[in-house]
Nanobody, 125 residues
Framework: QVQLVESGGGLVQAGGSLRLSCAASGRTFSPYSMGWFRQAPGKDREFVAAIQWTSGNTYYADSVKGRFTISRDNAKNTVYLQMNSLKPEDTAVYYC??????????????????WGQGTQVTVSS
């Protein structure tokens, strides 16, 4: 069993920055990838970013490319999402997730086995 705990959400003005953290605990932690997803009110959950745990290769949704950066600290079993130049449309609950099964299509939420409880990010205009 893996537990994921997010932190770092909050209220920020447009153009501001936030850094989300997701700490994993539990069983020996060796995922294929870690991802960040978000869900805005009335919308489906969408992919934001993912990182391959061993290689560090990163992947981003077009909507956040150039503004968000995903990184990880393997020793701390923690993944981060640095969010810059935030826009009101970035407002959502952000979830981190761990994928223990596959290297393929890590932008799809069905690939992920464990999820955090979510952290609210609100960007005011």
């Amino acid at each position: 069993q893996v537990q994921l705990v997010e932190s770092g959400g909050g209220l920020v003005q447009a153009g501001g920055s936030l850094r989300l953290s997701c700490a994993a605990s539990g069983r020996t932690f060796s995922p294929y990838s870690m991802g960040w997803f978000r869900q805005a009110p009335g919308k489906d959950r969408e992919f934001v970013a993912a990182i391959q745990w061993t290689s560090g290769n990163t992947y981003y949704a077009d909507s956040v490319k150039g503004r968000f950066t995903i990184s990880r600290d393997n020793a701390k079993n923690t993944v981060y999402l640095q969010m810059n130049s935030l826009k009101p449309e970035d407002t959502a609950v952000y979830y981190c997730a761990a994928n223990l099964r596959t290297i393929w299509r890590i932008d799809q939420d069905i690939r992920y086995d464990y999820w955090g409880q979510g952290t609210q990010v609100t960007v005011s205009s």
